[in-house]
């Protein structure tokens, strides 16, 4: 979609500006469709009622994070899937609650203090924990939402990942950013 708006957006003829409203209109179709296929599969993955934490993502776009970055960033409709993913919840009885998302992903949920996020991982330099940190981001909102959870009396649970075992830490084993064995081989020649 982006290369041919870019081309019909150069050439500027009268056909050229129609085609590029038939193309908004197509690609605005295609992810309003794809988000409601998103929030539906995220609203019929959970059997019991419960809150869902979101982060409130209105001022991300203000940001720069590099060209290409932005591009897909703010080509993104987080705030249509925000609102599918709300109204869906409210009418199959479950809660939604929106939260800052500053410092989700550098503020350590074990300890509370601020660590260091490089290359979507995490480490604290207080109490040495470490794990990817979106991972990280996601215990620091349920570490925001527990309160209201238990006013409400709703049960909190851990966010859902696989092989992530506490007592354990398979998790973070298994995905850090080094290798373990080498991934490089050479072929005859």
Not at 42 to 67: A, H, N, P
Not at 87 to 94: L, P, Q, S, T, W
Request: charged share 25%; aromatic share 10%; hydrophobic share 35%.
């Amino acid at each position: 979609f982006r290369r041919l708006k870019a081309r019909l957006q150069s050439k500027g003829t009268k056909s050229a500006r129609k085609h590029l409203k038939i193309l908004s209109g197509r690609q605005k179709r295609f992810t309003q469709n794809m988000n409601h296929i998103i929030s539906k599969n995220i609203i019929r993955s959970v059997k019991v009622k419960s809150l869902f934490v979101m982060e409130d993502l209105t001022g991300i776009s203000k940001r720069s994070r590099g060209r290409r970055f932005n591009r897909v960033l703010n080509s993104w409709s987080r705030l249509q899937l925000r609102r599918f993913i709300e109204y869906k919840a409210i009418r199959n009885g479950h809660l939604v609650m929106t939260v800052s998302p500053s410092y989700t992903s550098k503020l350590c949920s074990k300890c509370g203090d601020l660590g260091i996020r490089k290359k979507g991982f995490f480490h604290c330099n207080n109490c040495f924990y470490s794990c990817n940190s979106d991972l990280n981001a996601s215990f620091n909102l349920v570490i925001r939402a527990k309160p209201l959870a238990i006013d409400l009396g709703l049960k909190v649970n851990q966010p859902i990942v696989a092989n992530y075992s506490e007592g354990n830490n398979m998790f973070f084993k298994e995905f850090s950013d080094k290798p373990k064995t080498s991934i490089v081989q050479s072929f005859g020649g």
